[in-house]
């Protein structure tokens, strides 16, 4: 019951956050879209944040962005992207416009000197990363701060869970991500070649995310990719569903499998929670046993809701031990050792100097260091550095190309500087 009762009171919490009084100095966002993540990815999470306003929005359709505005208490209103861009009275810009217009947008809002938290996948293809994360605009002691934001990432949860892989003796690992179909209608953004939509560019990019992670380094090739283009009548350049598997430096293999519109029986919608599970390689355990023998452990660990960990989140660890003749490798006994944790805030780790409520979400975490990186405060220590958004660009790119789909296409836009 107490369980159930910290649940419902953590998941309130979220959409009723605290409302502390805003510091004289606070980090004034616009937002360049009046997107349906902002909500969740800025707007809620910024509540609750001191050093945090969300100041202004701009939309290509001003009537929606009047509408939205009122409905989730933003001041102002601009006419268009650029007229926001040039108000010196904002800090930092949200992006979460289509994926195909991320690179042309960021690189404007560098330029004029803003702060630019930018919704995954930064850009179409890694040949834009390349421009963009090495740009001379993000050089320089007093540049602005860019950060791709794979919130997930930021989370004590998923920390804790990377703190139990052994990634050079990972031997497989498998990260899967799913919408239930008819979640987006079939000319959705996501499902769109011109704009860079694709199953692996939207959720597929946080199951990418999660084998880079969980490996600690990027795969030597993608050895296959399956993907389900989109229903015949609609952009057949878009994969609504992929499985790719990837071979990394010590041998292992990781596989993906995304999918934007997940049936069952009968073709009906059906739900699978996301999850990510690490089998290790045997590993030797030191044991006082005869000379003739061995003991070997297998530890497979599971994360369970790794994306939305707040909500509700459990990660087991599996240990599968075996004594066994070292010659005829015969059976002498086997066990299994099981147990498993959850892990709302950095203090439940032993670390008391981080900050954190249960409540905040991953988009909360996000939050908090991204503006320690603006202030240039030390923060948590979890970054997403302009390399490995190009290194994630790759990957992904790989995966297109082993699927014999073309490459998510380039923006034409070019910036002065």
């Known amino acids: 019951m107490a369980s159930l009762v910290q649940i419902i009171r953590?998941?309130?919490?979220i959409f009723y956050p605290p409302h502390p009084a805003k510091a004289a100095d606070a980090v004034r966002f616009g937002?360049?879209?009046?997107?349906?993540?902002a909500p969740m990815a800025i707007i809620r999470p910024a509540v609750s944040h001191p050093e945090v306003i969300i100041a202004a929005v701009?939309?290509?359709?001003?009537?929606?962005?009047?509408?939205?505005?009122?409905?989730?208490?933003?001041p102002v209103v601009f006419k268009s992207y650029q007229e926001l861009l040039d108000d010196p009275s904002i800090d930092a810009i949200y992006?979460?416009?289509?994926?195909?217009?991320?690179?042309?947008?960021?690189?404007?809002?560098?330029?004029?000197?803003?702060?630019?938290?930018?919704?995954?996948p930064s850009v179409s293809n890694a040949s834009?990363?390349?421009?963009?994360?090495?740009?001379?605009?993000?050089?320089?002691?007093?540049?602005?701060?860019?950060?791709?934001?794979?919130?997930?990432?930021?989370?004590p949860a998923w920390q804790s869970f990377l703190s139990l892989i052994d990634s050079p003796n990972v031997e497989t690992a498998y990260s899967s991500l799913s919408i239930f179909k008819g979640a987006f209608p079939n000319d959705d953004i996501r499902c769109v070649y011109d704009l860079s939509g694709g199953a692996l560019m939207d959720m597929g990019a946080y199951t990418v995310?999660?084998?880079?992670?969980?490996?600690?380094?990027?795969?030597?090739?993608?050895?296959?990719?399956?993907?389900?283009?989109?229903?015949?009548?609609?952009?057949?350049?878009?994969?609504?569903?992929?499985?790719?598997?990837?071979?990394?430096?010590?041998?292992?293999?990781?596989?993906?499998?995304?999918?934007?519109a997940l049936s069952g029986w009968?073709?009906?919608?059906?739900?699978?929670?996301?999850?990510?599970?690490?089998?290790?390689?045997?590993?030797?355990?030191?044991?006082?046993?005869?000379?003739?023998?061995?003991h070997v452990v297998v530890k497979t660990v599971t994360f369970y809701n790794n994306v939305l960990p707040t909500f509700w989140h459990r990660i087991d660890i599996v240990e599968s031990h075996t004594i066994r003749n070292k010659e005829s490798r015969k059976?002498?006994?086997?066990?299994?050792?099981?147990?498993?944790?959850?892990?709302?805030?950095?203090?439940?780790?032993?670390?008391?100097?981080?900050?954190?409520?249960?409540?905040?979400?991953?988009y909360r975490h996000m939050l908090e260091q991204f503006v320690n990186k603006i202030k240039k405060r030390e923060g948590s220590g979890v970054w997403m550095d302009g390399e490995d958004s190009i290194h994630q660009s790759a990957m992904i790119d790989s995966a297109y190309e082993k699927a014999g789909l073309p490459l998510r296409p380039s923006s034409k836009y070019k910036v002065e500087v």
């Open 10 to 13: 953590r998941n309130l919490t």
């Open 31 to 37: 937002l360049l879209g009046a997107s349906n993540i």
């Open 58 to 74: 701009a939309a290509r359709d001003e009537t929606k962005a009047q509408a939205y505005a009122k409905k989730h208490n933003i």
């Open 95 to 120: 992006i979460a416009l289509p994926n195909g217009l991320h690179y042309e947008w960021t690189l404007k809002a560098l330029k004029a000197g803003k702060h630019v938290l930018l919704e995954k």
């Open 128 to 155: 834009e990363a390349e421009i963009l994360f090495r740009h001379e605009l993000l050089k320089g002691p007093d540049a602005p701060v860019l950060l791709e934001a794979f919130h997930m990432r930021f989370h």
């Open 209 to 260: 995310l999660s084998l880079r992670q969980i490996f600690g380094t990027e795969p030597e090739e993608c050895i296959e990719c399956v993907p389900r283009l989109m229903p015949k009548g609609w952009d057949q350049k878009c994969d609504q569903a992929s499985k790719a598997k990837f071979k990394f430096p010590n041998g292992g293999i990781g596989t993906v499998d995304v999918d934007l």
């Open 266 to 294: 009968f073709g009906q919608p059906a739900f699978s929670a996301p999850k990510c599970t690490v089998t290790h390689r045997e590993a030797l355990v030191e044991d006082r046993l005869p000379a003739e023998q061995e």
């Open 331 to 362: 059976l002498i006994k086997s066990w299994t050792k099981k147990s498993s944790k959850k892990v709302y805030n950095w203090e439940s780790q032993g670390d008391t100097k981080k900050p954190g409520e249960d409540h905040w979400t991953t």
